[in-house]
């Protein structure tokens, strides 16, 4: 399976559009909050299924989803709950106690792949209001009965 993984768009549209385009074909489109209106335009772009979670910007919609494929259990969150922005440890607790293969999360606007006791927390970091120095970014992922293996895309 192949996913395209958005998340901090906050209404900025063109760039997720092209996000979309550059990924090219996805089985799944992620986004992982903030801001649920843009990921409900998705489907405007792309025939890919769409896995929406809300952020702290949202009103609407479901805080977690858990997506399992390929046998690997996927956990979606926005990441303010868990204090991102300043430890991933609660993150890793959570990945944990849910036996998440992976966490993916936003909130920072900051790429990031780390792996906690073998589970992956990923961060696709913004295409919309990318922080930290970083540029825009989106996030691909192959998954597979064999893993999970993220890439940090920078946006055209």
């Not at 979309?20 to 986004?31: M, N, T």
């Not at 906690?116 to 540029?135: D, I, K, T």
């Amino acid at each position: 399976m192949r996913i395209l993984v958005l998340s901090d768009t906050h209404r900025h549209l063109e760039p997720m559009k092209r996000a979309i385009a550059q990924a090219g074909p996805v089985d799944y489109i992620f986004h992982l909050g903030d801001n649920t209106l843009d990921a409900a335009q998705i489907s405007k772009y792309s025939d890919a299924k769409v896995v929406r979670v809300k952020g702290n910007c949202d009103s609407i919609g479901e805080a977690e989803q858990t997506v399992f494929l390929e046998g690997q259990r996927l956990l979606l969150t926005h990441g303010h709950t868990y204090a991102v922005k300043y430890s991933l440890d609660r993150l890793s607790y959570l990945a944990e106690e849910r036996q998440a293969d992976a966490v993916l999360f936003g909130h920072t606007h900051m790429p990031l792949t780390e792996y906690v006791s073998g589970r992956l927390l990923y961060n696709p970091g913004s295409v919309g209001e990318p922080r930290g120095g970083h540029r825009p970014t989106f996030g691909l992922l192959l998954v597979t009965k064999d893993g999970i293996f993220p890439k940090t895309v920078e946006l055209r």
